[in-house]
Structures are given as C-alpha cells and as structure tokens.
C-alpha cells in the first residue's frame, strides 16, 4: 500500500526535550491508531502532520506533499485537536460554519456543510446552543464536526474519545468507521487500546518519541490482557454503580476514587466490560458522565515491548 | 514505496476571499465578544463625563481648553494607545492562550495572510472605539454651544482621521511586540510612558519616532484650531515654527508607511513561527 501520510528520519525537539525522535514512518490509506501512553510523542506527531510544528530534522509529508504552511493541502486534512478549546461565545453550529468559511467556502455553502457535520456527529438539537453551556461529550462531538465540515480525505484525531459518556464513545466510533468506509484516510490518537481496537486493527506504538512497533492490534493484545485494565467511571450515585458492578464476573476490583465522584474498576476482559457500558449508562439512577482509562497498563506494556 | 500524490481542490479566489472576510468576521466579533470592550467603553465615557461636569460648574471651563486637554492630549497619549495594546498585542497570543490558533492553522489560508487580516480587523474595531470616543468627547465638550455645527463637529471628524491614522501605527506596533515578547501588555505600557509620553516631550529629534508626534503635526495643519488655541498648543508641543515641522503628506506617508512595513515583518515572523499547543499529556 502506498502512504497517505510519511515521516522520513523525523526529530523534533522543544529544548532540550525530545518529543519525536528519528521517526521513520510510512502510514497506508485506511484507519490507523496511533497508541502509545502519555508523553509518548502522539500530540507532537499530529502536530507534526499537520503543518502545526515544523521537524528539526527530517521530512513529513502528506498526500505526498510537505505540510509546512501549505494552506492547499488544509483544504484535504482535518483535525480534531487533543485541546478542549473552543470560541466559547459562539453556537457549535456557528462555530463549525466559521471553520467551513475559513477553508473557503461561501455563506450558504457553509451553513449547509454546517448542518451536515452536526447532524453527522449527532449534534443537530443542540447545535444553536452556546459551546460554553455543552457537556464534554458534546464538545468533543462539536471538535470532530469541525474537522469533519469541509469533507477531508484525511483526518487526524487526537484522543477524540477521551472524557466522553458512552453513549458519545459509541457514536463517535460509528462516525469513524463511516468516514473509513466512504474512504476517508484516518489517524487517530489514544492511550487506550480498547478504544484503537474499536476502530482498527492496524496500531502504531509510540513510546518516548520512538517507534515501538507497528502492525496488527492482536498481536499486542495478548500482552495487554495480561496486565488488569483500569476504567475510572464518573457519576453522581457511584456507590449504586459500584454495587451492580460488584456482581459482573468480568470485573476483578472496584476502588473509590477520593478525587471526584467516582470510582476506578479493574478487569481483565475489557471488551466485555465496555460492551456493557452503554446499557449502564442509561440505566436508572446510574447516569455515567464521563469513563476514562488510566494508562499505567498500557505503560506496563509499553516497558515489556521497549525492553523485549 | 512511493507517496499518493493529490492535488489540493482549487477553490479560486472567491475561496480565498470568502476565507479572509469569515477571518476577518471572526476577529471582529472576538474584539466585541467578552469585558475588555466594556472595560474600554467605561474609560472613554470618564473623561466624557469629567468634560460634562467642568462645563456645568459655577464658573464653566472654557471648551478649547477641556479640548486640548481631553482631545489632543488625553486621547492620544493615553486612551488610543491603550485601546490599541489591548487589542493588537493579544491578536495571536490570545488565541495562543486560549488554544484556538489551531484552527485557524488548519484552513486555507496562508499564515502571513492570517495575521495581516486579523490585524486589519483589530485596527477597524480600535478605529472604531477612538472613532466614538472622539465624537462623544466633543459631544460633551461643545454640545449646545454656538461653535457645535460649524467648527466642533468638523474638527471632530478631522480628529478620528488622525487617530485613525494614529491607530495604524499604534496597532502594528503593538502587535509585533505581541508576538516577540511574552510581558507584551507590561511592554507595551512602558511603550507608551517612556516612549509617547516623555520622549515625544523632548524638544529633540528623536521624538520623530513617536507616533503622537506625527499626531500632532496633523493636528497642528489639518483642525483649524481657533488662533488661540493653536498658539497654546504649539507652546505646550514645543512645536512654534510650522515651516520645521513635516508636512501633512509626509506625516501619512510616515505612519502608513511604518505601519506597513511593521506589519509585513510581524505577518512574515508569524509565518515562520511555530506554536505549540499544550495538550493534557505536555509539559
């Protein structure tokens, strides 16, 4: 396959600190993960990507093309940013339909390409409320939107389903495959491995800047499952949550998290367990407002894969 | 292996265009968006309302003298700067602090386009605020005298051409000390004390770099201040001999010149500038 997206050689350093380091990467059309754990390089690489930062040394180049200050090649690339940052001010439906204006279109071409992302993220009823009143699931619905509003043929999503219900998690994949399946070229960002493989099954492992490996999910997810997964769920009656939990075979432990209302489950099939996540979630009383993982198993991994 | 080549969709200049309006939109509604215009608004109407109790007094202020000291020395030493520092220092580190910048990078249009129109829109906003601060200050001043219609009004349309002149060299300045110094509102205000304060204040060529020397060079040529009162200002600026002073040409030359060529070097700086967004995962 050819490469949509190609790093030859990339360094890029901020000081004295390395974010990537001789990376040579060649990415094919289709969806590719890019996991790896905090501070692995993910951020710096789709910054790199997409013109945001220029390498200190090396080439990247996407659609064959050099990304640096190339406001053509924009108009082919779309990125739905780690940043929770937004215009707050602004309506999600105005804030797309300017990022539509600014790639060039005209008012009613962006008003209609506008209500087309929003409705494709699952945004339309809420779209004509102000950003600064949106859950976290809307907002991350409302970034993706954004990326989404002038039809790229290549998308970069970093971490796109951090902090979302399940719900917002479930839709946001379905959106994803949609766009891989009218042939959209895809590179999405997480520190989670279960979220990668709901999405595809071909993962680029990033450690400390460097290129860990790369190929197919399964692979690394014998070594995964070895190490207990760790799923902190938020809610407001958490103690309930904690109680139907406690009697699910997949879950190994339960720990009441002192931060915030909430509480961290350990399994070691968390397939299982996040299929079941969307029925709790609409469950009475339970009302799930944000799942997250924390990353220290994959880290583990990350250890045995850098020492191997 | 060799890489898919694609050629971007063109689409044409009314595409470019239609970017750069959206660009310039956005700025505007983010310059009226929040406090700061607020804030602004509160400081203009200050000295409109210490001009409306000078008048009212037992023994009312003369209006050529609320006029030098609110119009030609208050506004242009001190709000015009200000309005412009606020606004044009923060013209990219705002939405660098705010994490925005990014999706202004990720749109067709080219980065020293991006910056060059988001200044044209901050000078139009900051123009516009001095613009209602001139005529409301005259308002104040000279509201219901017999000079209002046909001398007042005329200097006060006169005056919001200066400043906006003015506003050219105050915003491209501030902007590009914007985007080389982190302390740029701290910078900036030091800029206007040492700089248009004291120095334009000297009796002494350096003060040609000023911005407000400029300013009152046309003030001096273009009002048609009453005899009186140009006397009294050409005493106070040191300025008594017209015939040494630039004349009016060379003075808009000078400003839009200077204003130009700092704004092309900060919109190609821009250019070539990275910006980092801090993710979650970054130091």
New interface residues.
């Given amino acids: 396959m ?3 997206i ?1 790093f030859d050689g990339v360094s890029k350093w ?1 000081g004295n ?1 390395i974010g990537l380091n001789k990376l040579t990467l ?1 990415i094919p ?1 289709g969806v590719t993960g890019l996991l790896g754990p ?2 692995a390089g ?2 710096t690489l789709l ?1 790199l990507a ?5 390498p200190s040394q090396g080439t990247v ?1 996407v ?3 050099d990304v640096w ?1 190339n ?9 739905c ?3 929770d ?3 707050e ?1 602004m309506t999600g439906h105005d804030f797309v339909r ?2 539509a ?7 009613p071409e ?1 008003t209609a390409a506008a209500d087309r992302a929003m409705d494709q993220v699952g945004m339309t009823e809420n779209m004509n409320r102000a950003i600064r009143g949106y859950s976290k699931g809307m907002r991350q619905r409302t970034k993706l939107a ?1 990326a989404l509003v002038h039809e790229p ?1 290549v998308l970069f999503l ?2 796109p389903l951090t902090g979302t219900d399940p719900v917002a998690r479930r839709d946001m994949i379905e959106v994803v495959r949609g766009l891989a399946a009218a042939g959209c070229s895809v590179l999405v960002s997480s ?1 989670v491995l279960h979220e990668i493989q709901a999405l595809t099954s071909r993962v680029v492992l990033l450690h400390r800047g460097r290129l860990v490996a790369e190929g197919n999910v399964r692979e690394i997810r014998a070594l995964i499952d070895k190490h207990p997964h760790r799923i902190v769920l938020v809610c407001d009656k958490f103690r309930d949550l904690a109680a139907k939990l406690s009697t699910c075979p997949d879950v190994d432990g339960i720990k009441f998290l002192d931060r915030e209302s909430g509480l961290m489950v350990e399994t070691r099939q968390p397939d299982t367990f996040y299929a079941r996540l969307p029925a709790l979630a609409l469950a009475d009383g339970v009302a799930l407002r944000e799942v997250y993982s924390e990353d220290d198993n994959l880290e583990a991994v990350f250890k045995y894969l850098v020492n191997k | 292996m060799t890489a898919v080549e694609v050629s971007p969709l063109r689409r044409g200049s009314s595409g470019a265009l239609s970017a750069l309006a959206a660009l310039f939109m956005l700025t505007v509604r983010q310059h009226t968006h929040g406090r700061r215009v607020l804030v602004l608004g509160v400081l203009y109407l200050l000295p409109c309302v210490l001009a409306l109790i000078l008048r009212n007094l037992a023994r009312p202020a003369p209006g050529d003298a609320l006029e030098l000291a609110l119009v030609f020395v208050l506004l242009p030493h001190g709000l015009a700067p200000l309005t412009a520092l606020l606004y044009a220092a923060g013209v990219v580190s705002d939405e660098v602090e705010e994490q925005t910048l990014t999706y202004l990078l990720l749109r067709s249009v080219p980065r020293w386009q991006l910056y060059l129109t988001k200044l044209l829109a901050t000078w139009c906003v900051t123009t516009t605020l001095v613009a209602c601060g001139v005529m409301t200050l005259y308002l104040a001043i000279y509201a219901g005298t017999p000079e209002f219609w046909n001398e007042a009004l005329p200097r006060a349309g006169r005056t919001v051409v200066v400043m906006a002149l003015a506003q050219v060299g105050y915003c491209s300045l501030f902007g590009f000390l914007g985007l080389f110094t982190r302390r740029s509102l701290l910078a900036g205000i030091v800029y206007i004390v040492a700089i248009e304060g004291v120095l334009a204040n000297i009796n002494f060529v350096g003060r040609a770099l000023t911005v407000v020397y400029y300013v009152r060079t046309l003030t001096l040529r273009w009002l048609d201040l009453p005899p009186e009162e140009l006397r009294t200002c050409k005493v106070t600026w040191s300025m008594d001999d017209l015939e040494k002073l630039p004349s009016s040409g060379e003075c808009v030359l000078i400003l839009l010149g200077v204003g130009l060529v700092v704004s092309v070097l900060s919109a190609l700086s821009f250019a070539r500038t990275e910006f980092r967004m801090k993710t979650p995962g970054s130091d």
Avoid at chain 1, 50 to 54: A, F, K
């Fill in positions: 050819t490469p949509i190609a901020y600190v060649h059309a905090n501070g993910k951020s910054q997409t013109g945001q930062l220029r180049r659609l064959g093309q200050d406001p053509a090649l924009n108009r082919l690339v779309g990125l940013p780690e940043q940052a937004f215009y001010w300017t990022c204006r600014l790639s060039g279109m005209s008012r962006a954004q043929q970093d971490e520190h």
